[in-house]
């Protein structure tokens, strides 16, 4: 038995490791392959709107696979899921250097990002599997640190290749290392099964995601996705205005991310996930707060807490649904990120309207250039602050929530056990 034990656990770490790895896949392809897209622009004669549709398939890719992954996992398995994923990757990475077309770059980023959501989709709810408790939340942070750390290390990586020569479409072999070795470590392995029986049921699912908690939850994750995600765009637009320095913000607040969300686990052991969330959506609103408000030095005080806000917000939501509702499996849990990535691709028009209007405000004072970039930049993520506010809200709900919740099932239990006893 003991036996059995240690090789259901040298299998969970593996899974672990791979996983990690491809995520870095994943983290590889945000930071280096869109950064090839404006050389592929000027090579292939592209005009902004053809480029953002190429750019605009990695978004589309994702939130489709993820979400099919989630209805197929239990019936097909996690093995199979990665077993695609790989040749997603693969094809979509070769064809990316080799295409040399329009129609070739499409295909290839659709095919990446179809490969990114199958990632979610397996290793996900093998993580949630494979760990019990307070060590679900500790992984599921640590697998979710290589988003952030793996851009970094992306991003180091690429400014090193440019600064020998190499440049474009050749730095996209980097992406094949990360693919090949999750490819390896997952090869040959057993993935766990689901820890609650309903879970690897399609009606065990569906009426888990009914209860009003996973709704809720929903909502929250749409509000949580965008305050991670809407800001990115606009803050380097108010950085390079305001004498910050845009790449040196995006390595500390990706950096930042990564360190935070290792030491997550000890987060929520302390907290539980609604602590930690309701303390994350204040510290978002503080960061951003800072950068609507503040120029120069002080921008990288707001990163500091903008980055330690939303740190916390994507690993512990899909940790609080694996651990409270357990029941909606791996679809829940692919819903759940679905939403979060669907959601941001929704906010992304409405937020470019806000900042249209803010500069249409700035040119009617008379502001122009850089002054004017800098004050609607500024204006625009003062109104992103309502998300986190409504979050903060939200968040006070559910902590309050969960713990009518613990008492409840404490007292339930306290009440079989003397019936037990009589």
Request: charged share 10%.
């Amino acid at each position: 038995m003991e036996t059995s034990t240690n090789v259901q656990a040298v299998n969970a770490n593996r899974l672990f490791y791979a996983s990690c790895f491809a995520l870095i896949t994943t983290a590889f392809s945000f930071a280096i392959a869109a950064g090839t897209l404006d050389q592929l622009k000027t090579e292939l004669e592209l005009t902004a709107g053809e480029a953002g549709l190429i750019s605009s398939m990695w978004f589309l890719g994702f939130p489709i696979s993820m979400v099919i992954g989630g209805l197929i996992y239990h019936k097909v398995g996690g093995k199979s899921i990665m077993q695609f994923a790989f040749f997603a990757h693969t094809i979509g990475i070769l064809l990316l250097i080799f295409s040399g077309s329009y129609m070739g770059l499409l295909v290839a980023n659709l095919l990446i990002g179809l490969g990114n959501g199958c990632t979610e989709a397996a290793c996900n709810p093998m993580i949630a599997d494979a760990y019990q408790g307070n060590r679900m939340s500790k992984m599921m942070n640590r697998f979710h640190m290589w988003f952030p750390g793996g851009i970094a290390l992306g991003s180091l990586l690429s400014g090193g290749m440019t600064q020998m020569g190499i440049l474009g479409q050749n730095q996209v072999w980097l992406l094949l290392v990360p693919a090949l070795i999750y490819a390896f470590l997952f090869f040959g392995q057993t993935w766990p099964k689901a820890k609650v029986e309903e879970a690897a049921t399609l009606s065990g699912n569906i009426k888990a995601m009914l209860s009003p908690l996973f709704i809720f939850m929903v909502v929250c994750m749409a509000l949580t996705a965008i305050t991670e995600f809407g800001p990115n765009q606009w803050v380097g637009l108010i950085l390079s205005n305001s004498g910050a320095h845009p790449m040196l913000i995006l390595a500390l607040t990706s950096g930042l991310m990564a360190v935070a969300r290792f030491f997550g686990g000890d987060m929520v052991k302390k907290f539980d996930q609604t602590g930690v969330l309701l303390g994350s959506a204040v510290l978002a609103l503080v960061g951003l707060y800072l950068f609507s408000s503040q120029t120069g030095a002080m921008a990288y005080v707001a990163a500091i807490f903008f980055a330690l806000g939303i740190a916390y917000f994507w690993p512990n939501m899909l940790g609080f649904i694996a651990d409270k509702i357990p029941k909606s499996g791996a679809l829940g849990l692919s819903i759940l990120g679905g939403v979060g990535m669907f959601s941001s691709s929704i906010f992304q028009p409405i937020i470019g309207t806000w900042i249209d209007a803010d500069q249409e405000m700035a040119a009617a004072q008379g502001l122009t250039g850089n002054e004017l970039n800098l004050v609607a930049g500024q204006a625009t993520i003062g109104t992103m602050t309502v998300f986190p506010i409504i979050l903060i809200v939200l968040f006070t709900i559910l902590y309050f929530w969960v713990r009518k919740m613990k008492a409840s099932t404490s007292a339930q239990a306290h009440s079989e056990a003397e019936s037990t006893a009589m």
